[in-house]
C-alpha cells in the first residue's frame, strides 16, 4: 500500500552502517567507527550560549518560513566576504540542514523528464533526491582520482539536461575540482543553459594550500544559473542543530520558501540563533578543526596504502579517504559488513556512492580512534588473505 515514490527509493547506506556500529556500542562492543560524516569535535561554546541565550529570551516561536532576517543577512554577509558571490538577503533562505536545502532545490527546479548530470562517487541523497524530483540522475564518471572535469561534463549534457550536481570538496573521494575546470565547467552551463547546483559544505576542509572557488562567483551570467547550498553543520560541528542555507535567484528562492512553508516551516529558532552566532564570530574554531583533520588526513593516507591490497589516493579535501579495495576481491558491501561484524569497524561501501570495489573512511574521529581502527582493518585484510591462501 506504499506509495511508488518510496518504493523506489534506497535507504541511505551512510545512515544505515552508522546506527548498527553505534547499535553495537551500545551493546558494549568496542567498535570504532569511521563511517560517520560528522566532526568529532563539540559546538563551540559561544554557539552553545548563544543558542541558550535564545531560549532565555523566548526566542521559541515560529519565524519567517525562510529564516529570521538577521540570519538571512549573515548569510548574505557570509556569501561576500568568503565566497565573493553578491546575493540580496532575498535570495537567501534557511532550511533544516543542508539536507533540506538540497531537497527543496531539487524539487523547485527538476520535473520528469529532467536529467540532471551527476559526477561518481556522488553523495548518496543526491540520487535518491533526484529521483524523489521524477528526474533522471545521469552519471558522470571522473578520473582516476575522482577528479571531475569540463569534458567529462560535456558528454553527458543532453537537451534535457536542467542541472549539473558539482560538489567540491567530494563527499566520499575528498576531491578538489581544479579551479580552471570549474570555469570550463561555467561556460558549458552557460552555453546548454542548465543550472549548477554547487554543494559547498566543505568548502572550509581544503589541505595542500588547495582553495575553495564557489562557481557562482565568477561573473554574473553563471551566478544567476547557480544554486549554492550550504551548511552550518560541517564547518562548526553543528550537525545535530539542523540550518542549512541556499544562496539563488529570487525566483528559485520563493519556490523553495513555498514548498518549505507546507512541509517544514521555519527551521528551529533557537538553533538559528545558534548559527548566526556561528557564521558571525571569529572563525578560529574552524581554523583548529581544519588543523586537527590535515593531520588525520595524512596518517590515513600514508596508513591505508601500507596496507596489503588497499590503496589510498591522497584526500585533497572534506574529512573522507575512498579506498581502493578491488584487490581484496570483495564487494564493497561484503567488506564493510563483515569488518564490521568480525573486526567491529565501521566504514561505508564505496556501492552506496555509485562505486564498487572502494570504501570511504572518515577521519572525523580521534588520532588513536583512526589508528586502532586501522590496525584492525590491516589484521583483518591479513587474516582474509591467509584464510583464502590457505
Ligand atoms: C556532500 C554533502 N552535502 C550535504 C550534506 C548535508 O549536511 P547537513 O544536512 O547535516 O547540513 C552532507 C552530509 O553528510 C554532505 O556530505
Keep these: 500500500m506504499l506509495s511508488k515514490r518510496v518504493k523506489n527509493i ?3 547506506e551512510t545512515l ?12 558494549g562492543k568496542d567498535v570504532v567507527i569511521l563511517a560517520a560524516g560528522e566532526p568529532d569535535f563539540n559546538t563551540p561554546e559561544n554557539i552553545k550560549q548563544a543558542a541558550k541565550k535564545a531560549i532565555d529570551s523566548n526566542f521559541t516561536r515560529y519565524t519567517p518560513v525562510g529564516g529570521i532576517t538577521e540570519l538571512r543577512k549573515a548569510v548574505a554577509e557570509k556569501f561576500k566576504r568568503e565566497n565573493n558571490i553578491s546575493y540580496d538577503a532575498s535570495e537567501v533562505m534557511i532550511s533544516c540542514g543542508g539536507k533540506h536545502s538540497l531537497y527543496n532545490i531539487m524539487m523547485a527546479v527538476l520535473d520528469k523528464g529532467d536529467e540532471a548530470i551527476l559526477p561518481v562517487p556522488y ?16 552519471f558522470c564518471k571522473t578520473d582516476d ?14 537537451d534535457k539536461t536542467k542541472m549539473l550536481v558539482l560538489n567540491s570538496p567530494c563527499n566520499p573521494s575528498g576531491a578538489v575540482v581544479e579551479h580552471d575546470e570549474i570555469k570550463k565547467i561555467a561556460d558549458l552551463a552557460i552555453k546548454h543553459n542548465f543550472y549548477v547546483l554547487s554543494d559547498e559544505v566543505y568548502e572550509h576542509f581544503v589541505y595542500n ?3 575553495n572557488l564557489s562557481i557562482a562567483s565568477l561573473n554574473e551570467d553563471i551566478k544567476k544559473l547557480t544554486i549554492t547550498s550550504n551548511s552550518v553543520s560541517k564547518t562548526y560541528a553543528m550537525t545535530g542543530w539542523r540550518i542549512g542555507y541556499t544562496g539563488a535567484g529570487k525566483e528559485i528562492i520563493k519556490a523553495m520558501e513555498n514548498l518549505q512553508s507546507h512541509s517544514t516551516s521555519n527551521p528551529s529558532n533557537i538553533a538559528q ?3 548566526l552566532e556561528a557564521l558571525t564570530t571569529p572563525q578560529d574554531s574552524v581554523k583548529g578543526m581544519v588543523k586537527a583533520f590535515d593531520e588525520r588526513r595524512r596518517f590515513v593516507h600514508k596508513r591505508l596504502n601500507e596496507i596489503h591490497d588497499i590503496s589510498c589516493v591522497e584526500p585533497e579535501g572534506a574529512f573522507y579517504a575512498f579506498a581502493d579495495i578491488s584487490k581484496t576481491g570483495m564487494k564493497s558491501i561484503d567488506f564493510a559488513s563483515n569488518l564490521l561484524d568480525e573486526a567491529l569497524v565501521a566504514v561505508v561501501p564505496g556501492i552506496a556512492f555509485g562505486m564498487e570495489g572502494y570504501i570511504r ?19 583483518w585484510v591479513k587474516q582474509k588473505r591467509a584464510n583464502s591462501v590457505g
Excluded at 16 to 27: F, G, N, P, R, V
Excluded at 145 to 158: C, E, N, Y
Excluded at 361 to 379: P, T, V
Design 209 to 211: 594550500d588547495k582553495k
Design 361 to 379: 573512511l572518515s577521519y572525523a574521529a580521534s588520532i588513536h580512534e583512526i589508528e586502532r581502527g586501522l590496525d584492525r582493518i590491516d589484521k
Design 10 to 12: 534506497a535507504q541511505s
Design 273 to 275: 540563533y545558534a548559527a
Design 123 to 138: 553523495w548518496v541523497s543526491y540520487k535518491e533526491m533526484i529521483k524523489l524530483a521524477d528526474a533522471k540522475p545521469v
Design 16 to 27: 544505515a552502517i552508522d546506527s548498527k556500529a553505534k547499535q553495537l556500542k551500545k551493546e
Design 145 to 158: 582520482i575522482f577528479k571531475l572535469t569540463a569534458d567529462m561534463v560535456s558528454d553527458k549534457i543532453t
